[in-house]
């Protein structure tokens, strides 16, 4: 059974970073896309990051893209989000999930996710 549990969410000042975990169980790290969306209240799903399985190829959507890296520790089944230059408008939950294709943006499909954890970036 895919078990995914994220963690490292909180407060932060605009500016500020923040780093997600994601526990990943019941599959092979290796041989899955994995990413982050986030979804803001009265928003859709916003596909954030996507590693793949095969060369590490990383996706970003435009609106992350050069402030948040994502990462894989397949020894220790997790996956990373490391979010810096945070803005107001990357106040979130965040969701660590599956794919079935690596993907970015609204568009995009999920297969698995966990339960969240909030971001919220406010002075």
């Known amino acids: 059974q895919v078990q995914l549990v994220e963690s490292g969410g909180g407060l932060v000042q605009p500016g500020g970073s923040l780093r997600l975990s994601c526990a990943a169980s019941?599959?092979?790290?290796?041989?899955?896309?994995i990413g982050w969306f986030r979804q803001a209240p009265g928003k859709g799903r916003e596909g954030v990051s996507c590693?793949?399985?095969?060369?590490?190829?990383?996706y970003y959507a435009d609106s992350v893209k050069g402030r948040f890296t994502i990462s894989r520790d397949n020894a220790k089944e997790t996956v990373y989000l490391q979010m810096n230059s945070l803005k107001p408008e990357d106040t979130a939950v965040y969701y660590c999930a599956t794919l079935p294709l690596c993907c970015s943006g609204y568009k995009c499909r999920f297969d698995s996710w966990g339960q969240g954890t909030q971001v919220t970036v406010s002075s």
């Open positions: 019941g599959f092979t790290l290796d041989y899955a896309r």
């Open positions: 590693i793949s399985s095969r060369d590490g190829s990383t």
